[in-house]
């Protein structure tokens, strides 16, 4: 009799094991794009003179950072970075050029999407957006879910750019740090629907011989 129960308790914490072990989902795989930036008011009195890059970090870690090569955008202008008012897509309207990949992340991951678009009268480096995305990613502004960062982020743009040469309407035009659980995501994505994060970015602070610019830019969230 002993011997019986002894199996039988066995079974059971097995079966108690395997049953709670396959109900635990699967790691996801995301990628990141951001897709589109419209110009509606410029912060030079010309045509400004665009940036920009995007990085993901993963409980605080970046994991990954893509930088535009001034490519691949939507041709309604002929001199590439040079925008003026309208539309302007990084890469095809189907598949952007500015992307990352989040790897393979859990429910109990939290994840931060951090992207900036300059006006700047020369090239940033690696260095200088790895410095301004660290201080988006550190500072306490935060959206996502549809809410963006950028009405906290936008009195301290020009402290983001610290330490780099600013010249004439140099400048943030639009900035933010979505954030997401894992398992928002996942849930958000888990019948094929693509996240979509459309805002407006206006108010940041600029010279007085400089336009108060006005950005929306749209960043997608898939899975892989």
């Given at each position: 009799?002993?011997?019986?129960?002894?199996?039988?308790a066995t079974?059971?914490?097995?079966?108690?094991?395997?049953?709670?072990?396959?109900?635990?989902p699967?790691p996801?795989?995301?990628?990141?794009?951001?897709?589109?930036?419209?110009?509606?008011?410029?912060?030079?009195?010309?045509?400004?003179?665009?940036?920009?890059?995007?990085?993901?970090?993963?409980?605080?870690?970046?994991?990954?950072?893509a930088?535009?090569?001034?490519?691949g955008?939507?041709?309604?202008?002929?001199?590439?970075?040079?925008?003026?008012?309208?539309?302007?897509?990084?890469?095809?309207?189907?598949?952007?050029?500015?992307?990352?990949?989040?790897?393979?992340?859990q429910?109990?991951?939290?994840?931060?999407?951090?992207f900036?678009?300059?006006?700047?009268?020369?090239?940033?480096?690696?260095?200088?957006?790895?410095?301004?995305?660290?201080?988006?990613?550190?500072?306490?502004?935060?959206?996502?879910?549809?809410?963006?960062?950028?009405?906290?982020?936008?009195?301290?743009?020009?402290?983001?750019?610290?330490?780099r040469?600013?010249?004439?309407?140099?400048?943030?035009?639009?900035?933010?740090?979505l954030?997401?659980?894992?398992?928002?995501?996942?849930?958000?994505?888990?019948?094929?629907?693509t996240?979509?994060?459309?805002?407006?970015?206006?108010?940041?602070?600029?010279?007085?011989?400089?336009?108060?610019?006005?950005?929306?830019?749209?960043?997608?969230?898939a899975?892989?």
């Amino acid at each position: 009799m002993l011997t019986t129960r002894r199996f039988v308790a066995t079974g059971l914490a097995v079966i108690c094991f395997a049953g709670s072990g396959s109900t635990q989902p699967l790691p996801v795989t995301y990628t990141v794009r951001l897709a589109s930036a419209t110009v509606y008011d410029t912060r030079s009195r010309g045509d400004d003179a665009a940036y920009a890059a995007l990085t993901v970090f993963v409980n605080g870690s970046r994991t990954a950072t893509a930088i535009w090569d001034g490519k691949g955008w939507d041709g309604s202008r002929m001199e590439g970075r040079l925008w003026a008012g309208g539309l302007h897509v990084f890469g095809t309207p189907a598949e952007g050029s500015v992307y990352v990949s989040t790897g393979r992340i859990q429910d109990t991951d939290t994840v931060q999407i951090v992207f900036q678009i300059l006006n700047s009268s020369a090239p940033p480096s690696s260095a200088d957006y790895e410095s301004s995305a660290d201080r988006i990613q550190r500072s306490p502004c935060a959206g996502g879910d549809g809410s963006s960062a950028w009405e906290c982020l936008a009195p301290q743009a020009a402290d983001l750019l610290a330490g780099r040469p600013i010249a004439e309407c140099d400048g943030i035009v639009a900035a933010d740090k979505l954030v997401f659980t894992a398992m928002q995501l996942r849930r958000k994505t888990e019948t094929g629907d693509t996240v979509t994060v459309s805002n407006l970015y206006k108010g940041a602070s600029a010279p007085v011989r400089c336009n108060a610019s006005i950005y929306g830019a749209i960043v997608t969230i898939a899975r892989q």
